[in-house]
């Protein structure tokens, strides 16, 4: 009787102890698998896709064809690698068409001797190949370790991407930003049907300017990649203008030093028609696609991140089998 007292008085500590141990392994396995990892949301691989990934701050945009085919624009600084990298790996990315790096600042081709090392790499597109900076002298010590061709483009060069999807170059422009890199960042617009995405890299707003005057009433896009990461230097009222777009992109760090995106851009943005203005420090990476017609984020209604771990244990349980 005694005996069965203590076991009584024993149950209550064994099974929390037992809940405790299959949470921990649950929490250990889980890790193990990447279920946990931040979480990507579902995404429709018939269409094109533009990821523009959580690199803090910095640049950092994938696209994917409905081919199969990937391509990316900038890297991100050399200390957010490790997140670029895990990201591609999640996705699948093995190997890259083109690595189009817009100018030679850190914070945009910091993270291109990591893709050498871990991807497939077609070609490097740039700029220019003349520039002092330490990171710009060892993407090209990489590039050229490697045996990757290195092609300069300009303004009027097409970048075959894709069957459905090519990209425009439409600057650099002539002497332009002789005193000022962000002023040559390689600007690209990338078209699928009647929708159309424009980046821009770091362009200020003497190329903006430029931009302007060559193309007028053509730059307009549906969607937008706002200049040096949302700063008031970028995305000037008259350039807003004449792109108009429905949906604005802001590739910024969480709390980053220069406090971008400044608040007048968020207003030039906003009073430019822009929708939708959507940014990597508080949304993570942004995943928009298009069918032609439309772009649209890449996000399943309803569905929550305990979802998408559920997803992911019925798909080990199903490799498994």
């Known amino acids: 009787m005694k ?27 889980g890790s193990a698998c990447g279920l946990f990892d931040s979480a990507l949301p579902p995404y429709d691989r018939s269409l094109p ?12 945009i994938l696209l994917s064809s409905p081919d199969g085919g990937y391509m990316m624009i900038d890297t991100g600084s050399e200390r957010a690698a490790d997140a670029l990298t895990e990201t591609l790996d999640r996705l699948g990315v093995t190997e ?36 002092d900076a330490p990171c710009w002298k060892s993407v090209l010590i990489g590039a050229k370790e490697k045996d990757l061709p290195v092609r ?13 999807m090519t990209l425009e170059v439409l600057a650099p422009i002539g002497e332009i930003g002789q005193r000022n890199d962000n002023d040559r960042s390689v600007v690209v617009r990338a078209s699928y049907g009647n ?14 300017d430029a931009l302007c005057v060559r193309y007028g009433k053509t730059l307009e896009s549906s969607v937008l990649k706002a200049g040096h990461h949302g700063s008031s230097t970028s995305s000037g009222e008259g350039f807003l203008s004449l792109v108009r777009p429905s949906v604005a992109v802001i590739s910024c760090g969480k709390d980053n030093a220069f406090g971008h995106p400044h608040e007048e851009v968020l207003r030039r943005l906003g009073e430019a028609g822009a ?14 696609q298009t069918d032609g017609e439309r772009v ?26």
């Open 3 to 29: 005996n069965r007292n203590r076991i009584k008085k024993a149950l209550p500590a064994v099974c929390a102890a037992g809940a405790l141990l299959l949470i921990a392994a649950f929490l250990l396995i």
């Open 49 to 60: 896709g533009v990821f523009f990934i959580d690199v803090g701050q910095g640049d950092a």
């Open 96 to 131: 890259l068409k083109y690595l189009l790096l817009t100018h030679p600042d850190e914070d945009h081709v910091g993270g291109a001797c990591a893709l050498f090392d871990r991807l497939t790499v077609g070609e490097v597109l740039c700029g220019t190949e003349k520039s």
């Open 152 to 164: 300069t483009v300009r303004s009027g060069d097409r970048i075959d991407f894709s069957d459905r």
């Open 195 to 208: 929708c159309s995405f424009l980046f821009t890299g770091d362009a200020e707003k003497e190329e903006e």
């Open 275 to 288: 929708e939708q203005i959507l940014r990597t420090d508080v949304s993570s990476t942004v995943i928009l």
């Open 296 to 321: 649209f984020p890449a996000e399943t209604p309803g569905v929550t991140p305990f979802d998408r771990i559920v997803d992911r244990i019925r798909n080990l349980f199903l490799d498994v089998l």
